[in-house]
C-alpha cells in the first residue's frame, strides 16, 4: 500500500484490503473513504467488507463513490464535510489514487 499524503491529515491511496485496516488503524488513521463503485472490477473488496473489519477496528468507514467528473462535483460538500468533522487522520482511496486526489482539489481541502 503506497500512501501519498495530500495533507497532514488526509492520505490518498490506491484500493485497500479488510487485511491492510489494523496497518492503517496503527498509523492513526480514523476514517476511511472510499471513492471507488463497488463492482468496478473483479476481485475488489466490497465497501461492505472494508466498513465491517473498519468497524470492528474502532475506526470509521464511508462511502462516496466517484466514476466521473459529474460524481466529484456530487461528492465534494460530503467529503468536506466529512473531513470537517473527523475524529483524527482520514485516507481515501479509489483504485489508482487518482479519483480521491480530484475529489479533494473539489472539496477544497
Known amino acids: ?9 488526509i492520505g490518498i491511496c490506491g484500493q ?3 487485511d491492510d485496516i489494523p496497518a492503517l488503524v496503527k498509523s492513526g488513521y480514523r ?6 463503485p ?3 472490477e473483479p476481485g475488489q473488496p466490497g465497501f461492505a467488507l472494508i466498513a465491517a473489519a473498519a468497524s470492528a477496528a474502532g475506526i470509521g468507514a464511508l462511502h462516496l463513490p466517484v466514476s466521473g467528473p459529474a460524481d466529484i462535483a456530487a461528492q465534494a460538500p460530503a467529503l468536506a464535510g466529512a473531513l470537517r468533522n473527523a475524529p483524527g ?6 483504485r489508482s489514487g487518482a479519483r480521491s486526489s480530484a475529489l479533494c482539489a473539489a472539496a477544497g481541502v
Request: glycine content about 4%; proline content about 11%.
Open 1 to 9: 500500500m503506497d500512501i501519498r499524503h495530500h495533507t497532514p491529515q
Open 16 to 18: 485497500i484490503s479488510p
Open 31 to 36: 476514517l476511511l473513504i472510499c471513492n471507488r
Open 89 to 94: 487522520p482520514a485516507l481515501l482511496w479509489c
Open 38 to 40: 463497488d463492482g468496478e
